[in-house]
């Protein structure tokens, strides 16, 4: 795929999450809560596939800042969209660690 194309495709993501993220706010000011957490999850789970898009479109521009960056974006709204997985995890690590 061109870069060109990688990049319209991604930012055509980004503003889908973006709608879906303020539809999931305004959602969840008049009480529907189940139609705002189904837009914020498909919101989380798009945001993924568009930031990997723009980071593989400009991954030689934007250097080890960069990749720290995405990294931290990916972990966060994976952490986010999976809130009981990531608990568990912890949970076990942190009972793994106390142990040694």
């Known amino acids: 795929?061109?870069?060109?194309?990688?990049?319209?495709?991604?930012?055509?993501?980004?503003?889908?999450?973006?709608v879906l993220l303020v539809l999931?706010?305004?959602?969840?000011r008049v009480n529907l809560f189940l139609l705002?957490?189904?837009?914020?999850?498909?919101g989380l789970m798009l945001f993924v596939p568009?930031?990997?898009?723009?980071?593989?479109?400009q991954h030689k521009q934007s250097g080890g800042l960069g990749f720290g960056a995405f990294v931290l974006s990916?972990?966060?709204?994976?952490?986010?969209?999976?809130?009981?997985m990531a608990t568990d995890e912890a949970l076990q690590l942190c009972a793994t660690l106390k142990r040694a």
Request: without cysteine; positive net charge.
């Open 24 to 28: 999931f706010e305004l959602l969840r």
């Open 74 to 84: 990916v972990l966060g709204a994976t952490l986010f969209v999976t809130p009981g």
């Open 1 to 18: 795929m061109k870069t060109q194309t990688l990049i319209q495709w991604s930012g055509l993501l980004v503003v889908i999450v973006a």
């Open 50 to 57: 568009a930031v990997m898009g723009v980071y593989a479109a």
């Open 36 to 42: 705002a957490q189904t837009s914020s999850l498909l």
